[in-house]
């Protein structure tokens, strides 16, 4: 009874292997119909000839580019536009040429591209959404000087996908909408042509307090760069670190537009330092520590 139990039992589970390995088989013939295999030798010409024309391109983009600079982005993006058209044409005559196309392949097509594409879309919809989040809630406008993920420059253009700054170097940063939703934006002038910039500056706890304060006053006040409809505020306070004792005085004054805030900084700490010297006012001293 056992040994007939047994050979039921492998019976069945032979037979089911077998149902499985036939579909497979099956399957295998299925797939195996709709390749042209004339066309897929041909189709290893028509990528190798690809592969020599972006070769071609290349080296006729690297020179054109060494012996003219100013052509030089021009033809990169020319380029890349070539790269793209000669990729995706070399695609479809592979594959044309491979396959037997009919609603099978169709179907499994739209499927397979559905999916990628709705991958692809979701970072972009995600950044579109944002991007009209942003020009409705406006945290900051084209123009502004912002500080944003240690990055601190203008804002030039508020795009549906992305947002691009300028920063103080020249260098252009693309920052995602999507950034914005869940991060800190500081923005300085916030649609003004104006804005506060604010220096430090340090002296002994044993120097003149009220002459150096007035002289930072005098300086910020008479600087080409001040915006003098808003006020020059000079804040005192004593600042206390591991080594030394000091007095912190902070200049809060406004330029008269965001492009000449360096210029600013650097006029008012020049003409500060300036009368330091003459008045004798001396830094903090780092005090020493006995061994």
């Not at 042209?36 to 690297?62: E, K, M, N, Y």
């Not at 044309?96 to 392949?105: A, I, T």
């Not at 500080?147 to 103080?168: A, C, N």
């Not at 008269?256 to 300036?274: P, W």
Request: proline share 2%; glycine share 6%.
């Amino acid at each position: 009874m056992l040994r007939l139990f047994i050979f039921f039992i492998t019976l069945t589970f032979g037979s089911a292997t077998f149902a499985e390995e036939a579909q497979s088989i099956d399957n295998l013939h299925q797939f195996a119909s709709l390749i042209r295999w004339s066309g897929v030798a041909f189709s290893f010409v028509i990528v190798f000839v690809a592969w020599l024309l972006l070769r071609f391109t290349q080296s006729i983009v690297d020179g054109i580019s060494s012996q003219f600079a100013q052509r030089r982005m021009l033809m990169q993006k020319l380029q890349s536009f070539f790269q793209f058209f000669i990729y995706m044409s070399t695609g479809m005559a592979v594959f044309m040429l491979s396959f037997r196309v009919d609603e099978r392949v169709l179907a499994l097509i739209g499927g397979t591209i559905a999916v990628s594409v709705g991958f692809a879309l979701k970072d972009l919809t995600a950044s579109f959404i944002a991007g009209l989040t942003v020009m409705i809630d406006r945290p900051f406008q084209v123009g502004d000087r912002v500080t944003f993920e240690g990055h601190y420059g203008d804002i030039i253009t508020i795009g549906l996908r992305s947002v691009r700054m300028q920063t103080l170097t020249d260098d252009i940063i693309t920052i995602p909408n999507n950034k914005f939703l869940n991060d800190v934006v500081v923005s300085g002038n916030y649609g003004a042509l104006d804005m506060q910039v604010v220096i430090p500056f340090y002296i002994g706890m044993d120097q003149d307090i009220n002459t150096a304060r007035d002289i930072i006053q005098e300086a910020a006040s008479s600087s080409r760069y001040i915006h003098l409809p808003k006020p020059v505020v000079v804040l005192v306070k004593q600042t206390i670190t591991d080594n030394y004792l000091a007095i912190q005085l902070t200049c809060k004054a406004y330029v008269v537009d965001i492009k000449v805030e360096k210029l600013f900084e650097t006029d008012i700490t020049l003409r500060v330092m300036q009368e330091f010297r003459k008045s004798n006012i001396l830094p903090p001293r780092i005090a020493v520590q006995s061994q």
